[in-house]
């Protein structure tokens, strides 16, 4: 029962894709924004404790879970969402800017 409630606060939790300035540099430009709503700047401050940190992650474990989200293999709505329409070298992009980026929340 609790395992439902927490997934149910995971799901409804609203983390809307919005421009931001200063996303020009990053990859993806505002795909990556709409990331960092949620998993905090640079993948390194989660707004919520079940979403997880990107930062420091694996680059093919990032990848490969971006097109798992995109494909459905790997069933959650807002990533489904948030990855639909993106093209796969934008997923690798993120996948490596994430990967990269420093844990550290300075």
């Known amino acids: 029962r609790l395992v439902r409630i927490q ?3 995971v799901v409804s939790f ?3 894709p919005t421009v931001h300035a ?4 990053r990859p993806g430009g505002e795909k990556t924004a709409s990331c960092e709503q949620c998993h905090g700047v640079r993948g390194a401050a989660p707004v919520q404790g079940l979403i997880p940190k990107l930062c420091g992650q694996n680059v093919e474990y990032l990848e490969a879970a ?3 989200f995109q494909d459905g293999r790997r069933p959650q709505p807002i990533m489904h969402a948030t990855t639909t329409q993106l093209p796969k ?3 690798k992009q993120l996948a490596v800017y994430f990967a990269n ?4 929340q300075k």
């Open 7 to 9: 997934r149910a606060r």
């Open 14 to 16: 609203n983390c809307a």
């Open 22 to 25: 200063q996303t020009t540099a």
């Open 66 to 68: 971006l097109i798992h």
């Open 89 to 91: 070298d934008i997923l």
């Open 101 to 104: 980026a420093p844990c550290s």
